[in-house]
C-alpha cells in the first residue's frame, strides 16, 4: 500500500512540511523479482488528487497513471488499485503524474528496484536518489513559484544532494549503484570518487558490455547503474554542487580478482517491417520563435495533449521518430510504455532508453518497437515544461 499525504523532513538542519508516501520523505523503497506480479493500492491522503506513474516500467495502460489518458485523478480520501506484471528486472521509480511539477518537487517519489532472477555477484546494493530543492532565505521550501521556473530552464533548487539507502560501505567491497534523478527540471553532470567502477545499465536496461564511467549525465527521469570496487569515501559531486553527498568506507576487504559483468539482457522485441515515421519539435522558452501553442511550450505548435496522437499505429510496429529541439533549452523526451534505441547520426542503434536528452538546437532519432496496446505520454520530462505545454501522445492499437 501507497498512501501519499503530508510529512515533515529535516533537510539542511531545517524543518520542512513536504508530501511523501506512507510517512516517509522520500517515498519507501519498493522491491520485487523480476516475473513477479505487484499489486499496490494507492489511498489518497492528500488535500488534492492524486496519481502515481510506474517510471519506466512496460506496464499495461490502464495501470499507467495518467490523467485523461488512462484513468481519472484519485479524489481525496479514495484509492485505487494498480497491479501489474514485471518483465524486466533494473532500476526503476514511481512518481506523482498529477500537478507533478509541485508534487514531486515536494517529495512524492520513491525508488522501484526490480531484481534480476540472477542477481550479480555483489557485497551491497545501494539505491542513490540525486534531488535538489528550491529554498528560501530562512532555508524552508520555497512556496513561490514564478513564471521564469517556466519559461527557461526550469525549477532549480538551491540545495542539491544524494540521498543514499546505505550509510557505509567497506574499501575493497564490490557494490552496486543504483543512480536515479527524480529531480524536477535539473540535469547532472556527475563525477563519483571512491569507486573503481563500470555502468551497466541505463534506464533498467542493461547494457552489452560494461562501460567506462568517467562522467555520467543524468537529466530528470534518467537512471544509471554501476557495478565496482570501492576505493574509499564514496563522493557524489556535481559542477554545481561538489559535494552532493558521501557514503562513508571504513575497514578494508581483499578486492575481487574477478572483472564487473554484464547484466542479463530484458527480453525486448526485435524491429521489423517497415517504419512508420514522426517527427516532434520542440517549441518555446524565453528567447524561442513563436509558436501557435497557447502554453510557454509546444510540441509541433501544441501546448499540452493534442487531440490527435502523434501516431496511430497497430501493435508491434516499428517507429522511428526524430526529435527536433528548436529552443534554447535542454530537453529530456520521455515515452511511457516503451522502451526505444537511440540512433546515431548514420542511424545505428545505440543504447536503450526511456528518456533521452536532446540539447539545444539539436536533434536526434529514436527506434522504438510499439507493441503495448494503448494512449501512451510522450512529453519533456523537466516537469516545468511538460506543466506548461510540452507534451504530445501515441496510439498503439
Known amino acids: 500500500m501507497l498512501r501519499p499525504g503530508a510529512v515533515t523532513a529535516r533537510i539542511g538542519g531545517v524543518k520542512q512540511e513536504l508530501l511523501g508516501f506512507n510517512g516517509s520523505w522520500p517515498g519507501p523503497e519498493l522491491r520485487a523479482r523480476q516475473g513477479d506480479e505487484m499489486r499496490i493500492r494507492v489511498e489518497n491522503g492528500l488535500q488534492d488528487g492524486a496519481l502515481v506513474h510506474w517510471h519506466g516500467l512496460r506496464v499495461p495502460n490502464r ?41 514531486v518537487s515536494r ?10 532472477r540472477q542477481k550479480p555477484d555483489v557485497d551491497r546494493d545501494i539505491t542513490v536518489q540525486l534531488f535538489d530543492m528550491l529554498v528560501d532565505a530562512d532555508g524552508v521550501y520555497d512556496e513561490d513559484t514564478g513564471p521564469e521556473q517556466f519559461t527557461a530552464a526550469g525549477r532549480l533548487g538551491n540545495v542539491a544532494m544524494a540521498l543514499a539507502s546505505s550509510d557505509g560501505v567497506t574499501v575493497g567491497e564490490r557494490v552496486r549503484l543504483r543512480l536515479i534523478n527524480p529531480s524536477i527540471d535539473r540535469v547532472y553532470d556527475l563525477r563519483i570518487d571512491g569507486l573503481d567502477g563500470r555502468i551497466v545499465a541505463l534506464d ?33 559531486r556535481d559542477a554545481d554542487a561538489p559535494d552532493l553527498g558521501r557514503i562513508a568506507s571504513s575497514g578494508q576487504r581483499p578486492r ?10 530484458n527480453p525486448m522485441p526485435r524491429p521489423n517491417g517497415r ?84 540539447g539545444a538546437g539539436e536533434a536526434r532519432d529514436i527506434l522504438c518497437v510499439l507493441d503495448n496496446p494503448g494512449d501512451w505520454m510522450l512529453h519533456c520530462h523537466m516537469l516545468s515544461h511538460q506543466a506548461d505545454g510540452m507534451a504530445t501522445w501515441l496510439r498503439v492499437g
Not at 481525496?76 to 514511481?94: E, I, M, N, V
Not at 557495478?227 to 569515501?233: E, R
Request: aromatic share 8%; net charge negative.
Open 63 to 103: 495501470m499507467d497513471g495518467v490523467n485523461v489518458l488512462t484513468q481519472d485523478v484519485i479524489p481525496p480520501g479514495r484509492s485505487f488499485d494498480y497491479r501489474f506484471d514485471l518483465p524486466d528486472a533494473g532500476t526503476y521509480w514511481y512518481h506523482s503524474h498529477y500537478i507533478s511539477y509541485d508534487q
Open 256 to 265: 575481487r580478482a574477478t572483472a564487473i559483468p554484464a547484466l542479463v539482457p
Open 275 to 358: 517504419e512508420a515515421r514522426a517527427t516532434v519539435v520542440m517549441q518555446g522558452g524565453a528567447g524561442g520563435s513563436a509558436h501557435a501553442g497557447f502554453g510557454t511550450w509546444a510540441l509541433n505548435d501544441v501546448s499540452g495533449l493534442p487531440r490527435k496522437p502523434l501516431l496511430n499505429v497497430r501493435r508491434g510496429t516499428t517507429a522511428r521518430i526524430t526529435l527536433r529541439n528548436d529552443t534554447a533549452f535542454d530537453h529530456v523526451m520521455h515515452l511511457h510504455g516503451h522502451h526505444f534505441r537511440e540512433l546515431s547520426a548514420d542511424g545505428a542503434p545505440g543504447d536503450y532508453r526511456d528518456g533521452t536528452l536532446v
Open 107 to 116: 517529495g512524492l517519489f520513491g525508488p522501484l528496484i526490480i531484481d534480476e
Open 204 to 236: 533498467g536496461m542493461p547494457l552489452e558490455a560494461p562501460r567506462a564511467a568517467p562522467g555520467i549525465v543524468l537529466a530528470p527521469g534518467q537512471r544509471c547503474d554501476l557495478i565496482g570496487d570501492v576505493t574509499g569515501d564514496i563522493v557524489f
